[in-house]
Each structure stands twice: as structure tokens, then as C-alpha cells.
């Protein structure tokens, strides 16, 4: 009897320490809410209400609506709504809900070697450095600031995967690592705020253009269709959209510098 009731309490903690090990959820996310630590600031604070563990995969916007696609992730968390709202038409989303925004910074060397600096027009900025074929460094890597760069290419009349020459080098890399070979190169790069703001290696680099409204940034959270964990996933989705998400978004800030702004009430 004894044995029994032995054998019986250890598969009973068993079976509770695996639903234990089933409370997380993936979130496929964007390098730039990773790397600026945004997670960092937010995940305790909604592990500690709910008991829901995140488990981010930081990716490019591209990559991480493709682990979507294949099921890999319960959540997406990313910032291209055209590719977004693509993903929900295509059946693999259940629905886009707007979080929060910042902007992109055209970064370069402080010698400036375009001339552009204290600009406000992004645009003219890059007809500028591809006229004088200066170095820029491009992501290349599908993600959301790649996808904002080749859209700001577009509007400036240029084709960049014809004109692109040895000036214009694309690493296939995340935010930070594309920050690093600017550096290296004294060369251009557009980058996310929030990850400027977090980049400790900057050498010579400084903000070359800044505050037009075609560098606004906005991210999206989307629960993925197919989830078997739609239930915690939209919990994840209900906190970060709730005042209390929102608010803790607003506080995350470096030097005093607030890195997001919520607008999930629109």
C-alpha cells in the first residue's frame, strides 16, 4: 500500500511540475523591443501577475511573421502593418491591435561625409548619399526597419537593388550588429530610436536626420491562429494593451529618455 501511495505522489508532482513546465507562451518579436530592453522592463511585471512565462524570439519583422506562419509562436510582435495586416488577411492572425510607437534615426559618422546632418528630410537625405555614393550599411535581414528603409528608398525615386553599388553594404543582421559595422565603416544606417538609445558602442556615430513624419514607427501584437496557447497568448495581448501594460511601456526610459509611447487606445 505503501508503494502504491508512493508511486501515486510521484507521478501526481510529475503531472504538476509539467503543467507547470506548459505556462509560457513564444512571442516572435522584433530585435528592436529585445535589444533596446523593453522585454526586459515588461515581462516580470506580467509573469508576476499572471504566471505565464514569455519566452521571446527576437527576429526580424519578416522572420518572426514566418514562425507565425509555420505555428512556431503564439504571439507576433513586430512593426510593418502592411506585412501585418497581410498576415491576418492571410488566416494566420486573429487580430492587429496597435501597442505603441517611436520613430527611426538616420545615423552617421559626425565628419558627415553626405553633408546631411541637422536635416529633416529623409528622403532627400538618401538621394543625397547615394548621389555622392557614401557608405550606408542596410540590415538586409526582412526585418521591420529593412522594410522601412527600401520603402524610403522608394519614395526617393531610387531603385536600390539596381543602383546599389560597393557604398551600400547589406549584412543580413539585427539592429545592433548593423549599429556595429556603421560604426566600424563610418557609415550611414537607419535605425530604431529605441536601440539607438540602448547602443553602448556608438564611436563616432550621431543622429544625421531626424523628426520627419515618414520615420514614424508603429508596432503591432497579433495572436497567431493557430496557437494551441491562444488562451495565455491573449492574456499577453490583454495586459500590454491594458492601462497597465501601456503605462509600463511609458516608463521604460534610458537617461531619462522615454524610448516608446503607447497608443493601443488609437
Not at 516572435?28 to 509573469?47: I, N, R, V, Y
Not at 542596410?138 to 553599388?165: C, N, P
Request: glycine share 12%; aromatic share 10%.
Amino acid at each position: 500500500m505503501g508503494l502504491i501511495r508512493a508511486v501515486f505522489l510521484l507521478f501526481a508532482l510529475f503531472s504538476c511540475t509539467a503543467n507547470a513546465q506548459q505556462r509560457y507562451i513564444t512571442v516572435a518579436s522584433t530585435t528592436s523591443t529585445e535589444q533596446s530592453g523593453l522585454f526586459k522592463h515588461l515581462l516580470p511585471m506580467f509573469e508576476k501577475k499572471t504566471g505565464i512565462q514569455v519566452r521571446v524570439v527576437a527576429l526580424g519583422t519578416g522572420q518572426a511573421l514566418d514562425m507565425g506562419r509555420r505555428g512556431d509562436a503564439d504571439v507576433v510582435f513586430v512593426h510593418a502593418r502592411p506585412l501585418e495586416e497581410k498576415f491576418v488577411a492571410e488566416g494566420y492572425g486573429v487580430r492587429r491591435h496597435e501597442v505603441m510607437y517611436n520613430d527611426f534615426v538616420l545615423i552617421g559618422p559626425k565628419s558627415d561625409p553626405a553633408g546631411i546632418a541637422g536635416g529633416k528630410d529623409v528622403v532627400q537625405a538618401l538621394k543625397t548619399i547615394s548621389g555622392k555614393k557614401a557608405p550606408f550599411v542596410s540590415r538586409g535581414d526582412r526585418s521591420g526597419t529593412h522594410f522601412a528603409e527600401l520603402e524610403l528608398w522608394k519614395a526617393a525615386g531610387i531603385d536600390i537593388g539596381r543602383d546599389k553599388g560597393s557604398w551600400y553594404r547589406e549584412i543580413g543582421q539585427g539592429m545592433g550588429p548593423a549599429l556595429n559595422t556603421a560604426s566600424g565603416m563610418g557609415a550611414y544606417v537607419l535605425s530604431d530610436r529605441g536601440t539607438w538609445l540602448s547602443f553602448k558602442n556608438r564611436g563616432d556615430l550621431a543622429i544625421a536626420v531626424e523628426g520627419d513624419r515618414r520615420l514614424f514607427n508603429q508596432y503591432g501584437i497579433i495572436l497567431v491562429k493557430s496557437s494551441a496557447k491562444s488562451q495565455m497568448g491573449q492574456a499577453f495581448i490583454d495586459w500590454v494593451i491594458s492601462a497597465e501594460g501601456q503605462d509600463a511601456i511609458a516608463a521604460y526610459k534610458i537617461g531619462g529618455e522615454q524610448l516608446f509611447f503607447p497608443n493601443a487606445g488609437g
